[in-house]
Every structure is written in C-alpha cells, then in structure tokens.
C-alpha cells in the first residue's frame, strides 16, 4: 500500500485553479496614505475628532445619568465637547462631507441616543435644568432695595441673588433690543439665549411658567447655522414666547 499525501487544501468536487488576476498587487508591508494632500488629511482628521466627540459625549451623558460624575466635572466637559463638535463643523468643508447628525451616524454605525439628544440640544443638562441647590426663598440678614426692569431686588454683600435677577433681566432686555434692531442671526441670538438660561437657574430652581420657551427656541436656534438668520415670523414668536417667558420669570420673584 502506498502513503496518500496530504493535501494543503480540502478538496472540492470540481477542479479549481486560483487566478492570478486576484492576487494583490500592493506591497502589504507599505504604509497607505488615505489622503493625498493636507487638505484631506486635515478633513479626515476633523471628521475623526467628531467621532471621537460624540462617542465620548454619550459616555459622559451615562456616566451623569448614573451619578458617576460630579455636576461640575460633568458641565466642564460637557460644555468642552459642545464647543469643540460646532468648532470643527464651523469649517464649510468639515460640514459638507459631515452632512448632517443623522446622515453621519448611519454612515459610520453610530448608537449614540444620549449624545443624539445632548447636541439636539446644545447645552448640558446641568445648564438646561435648574441646580436643585438653587434657593430664592432665603433671606438674607441685611438687605438694601433696589428695582431693576420692573423687578424689585434685594441685595447684601453675603448674597448674590440680587446680582443675578439684574443679570438675568439685562439679558432679557439685551434680547428684545436686538431683535428690534433686527439682529436676528444665531450667532447673535444663540449666546443671549445661553446667558438667559443660565442666570435665571441661578436665581430659582422652579419651573416657571413658559420657561420652557427658552430652551425650545435654544434648540431652535442649535439646529441652524451661525450665519442664518430668523424669518420675521420667527422673531415675532421669539419676543412673544421670551416676553411670556419673562413675566413667568418676574413672578416667582413676587
């Protein structure tokens, strides 16, 4: 009886012959450049910092939501990440080849819901909602009175709550000048809305009446470019629900 060699394949019923036409034609052991020139290689670059943005930005959002993060870290970082996602899609070409949130998740085969919604948003939830530590209602020990755009004030040098009704109600005002004056770009109304938001948290923790208003048109605003503008029926409703927003405000101060 004879050895039957071993075959280095296993057989088939039908004979096989590899065609050289397959064979790679490249040196495998060579670097490949995916950009041709520094433009692209920046792009790339840019796109993969968004990526990385919004991986880590969803992390964060389920590290906050489990309170594995302390509110302050979770506002820094978060506020970075928001700042450095609009830096990067500031760029008209990053922006173009992004597209849009939605079109960039399928591309990529992103499940990012938590981040989905913080960019919707474009504020951490930690300015969105008031900090429950806020507290209004105290008094202080010695108190001078002041009145300030309808709104009587009270102030002390060991509390700042007078300092930031006056803040919040010059933001109030700064708004309804601009849209006066017509400067109805995001990126001047976007900021104003931020430092309204911001300053009537730091007043009260309660939900006032159409204070939703702001972080709806925050959001409103989020999802346009920095140089497009409100139509006039948009800046109408915008001092409209603002205006309703800031007697709501006016009136957990009585």
């Known amino acids: 009886m004879y050895a039957q060699s071993q075959l280095a394949y296993a057989p088939t019923p ?40 919004i991986i880590t930005l969803d992390t964060l959002e389920r590290a906050y939501l489990r309170d594995s993060i302390k509110e302050c870290e979770y506002t820094e970082i978060c506020d970075r990440l928001l700042r450095q996602y609009k830096s990067h899609l500031a760029d008209e070409t990053v922006l173009a080849a992004f597209r849009d949130l939605e079109s960039f998740k399928y591309e990529w085969d992103l499940e990012v819901p938590k981040a989905t919604e913080r960019l919707r948003i474009g504020l951490p939830a930690t300015v969105e909602t008031a ?33 930031h009704i ?24 976007h900021p104003i809305l931020v430092e309204i938001i911001q300053a009537v948290n730091k007043v009260t923790d309660r939900d006032f009446e159409n204070k939703g208003k702001i972080v709806q048109w925050l959001i409103t605003l989020n999802q346009m470019r920095a140089a497009e503008e409100l139509t006039p029926e948009m800046a109408r409703e915008v001092q409209f629900d603002l205006n309703a927003a800031y007697d709501g405000f006016k009136s957990v101060l009585e």
Do not use: C
């Open 14 to 53: 039908y004979s096989y012959t590899p065609s050289t036409n397959l064979t790679a034609t490249i040196n495998l052991d060579q670097e490949v450049k995916l950009a041709d020139n520094a433009a692209e290689r920046d792009l790339y670059e840019s796109l993969a910092e968004i990526y990385s943005i």
């Open 131 to 163: 900090p429950a530590n806020s507290h209004l209602h105290q008094r202080p020990v010695s108190t001078t009175s002041a009145s300030f755009g309808g709104i009587a004030t009270t102030s002390n040098t060991g509390h700042v709550n007078a300092t």
């Open 166 to 189: 006056v803040s919040a109600s010059e933001n109030f005002i700064t708004l309804f000048d601009a849209i006066k004056m017509n400067m109805l770009s995001k990126d001047t109304l």
